[in-house]
């Protein structure tokens, strides 16, 4: 299924391919637009990469309530996890009914799990009242959300792989601000730049006419462009 960042990457596949036509109608010269997913990823979180980039300390102020948006995430076979060595592991399995059983089953809690589960949704959840149906729930994805946390913690980055092979568990590795910057990969195609500090486009054109220096104010260039 296409995901979301294949979606994102097309819609920057467009505005460079277009960037490129203007570029040719202008100057009759033409262009290769290379576009990958790596350097799109990047650019999607450019607020906090350029902020890590800057000072990394912010990152840990700035994201000290992710847990509790996790242990909420309405979809808990598509929430990220901690492994035990550090790693952290992003689930893939946006369909609920479809990955919930894999899951379980990949972590042993068949007989322990669905008890509790319909436990929860009986007497915590469906008693709820609220406005819509989804809010009702918060108790079921906090008890999935806790007890996938508590198994990927005792598994180590090598362990996931093995065992979500095994089940054909959909899964990715996460980078932090800091592992995209140190990511060997995101050097070579030139997603960051330290000297600025900043995060470069997701698109990068073959014939450019490339201007180093500080990153530019809002609307600089508007004048230009049109």
Same mark, same amino acid.
């Given at each position: 299924p296409t995901q979301l960042g294949e979606l994102v990457a097309s819609m920057y596949v467009f505005a460079a391919v277009s960037s490129a036509l203007f570029h040719w109608m202008r100057t009759g010269e033409g262009q290769l637009v290379e576009v990958n997913l790596l350097r799109v990823g990047v650019w999607s979180n450019c607020q906090l990469s350029t902020l890590f980039l800057k000072d990394p300390l912010k990152i840990e102020l700035l994201l000290q309530d992710r847990a509790l948006l996790r242990q909420q995430f309405p979809v808990p076979t598509a929430n990220c996890f901690r492994t035990k060595d550090g790693m952290w592991v992003q689930l893939l399995g946006v369909d609920l009914f479809r990955h919930l059983p894999k899951l379980v089953a990949a972590f042993g809690l068949r007989m322990s799990m669905y008890p509790r589960l319909l436990g929860t949704v009986a007497f915590k959840c469906l008693p709820r009242q609220a406005p819509s149906r989804l809010l009702k729930f918060p108790p079921m994805f906090q008890l999935l959300n806790n007890c996938f946390e508590e198994e990927i913690a005792k598994l180590t980055w090598a362990d996931c792989q093995a065992l979500f092979a095994k089940h054909d568990i959909w899964y990715c590795k996460v980078n932090m601000p800091a592992q995209a910057a140190a990511e060997p990969q995101a050097a070579?195609?030139? %997603?960051?730049?330290?000297? $600025?500090? %900043?995060?470069?486009?997701? $698109?990068?054109?073959?014939?450019?006419?490339r201007v180093e220096g500080d990153v530019p104010q809002r609307g600089q260039h508007t004048a230009q462009c049109l």
């Open positions: 070579a195609i030139g %997603a960051m730049r330290w000297d $600025a500090p %900043a995060v470069t486009t997701p $698109a990068n054109f073959e014939v450019w006419p």
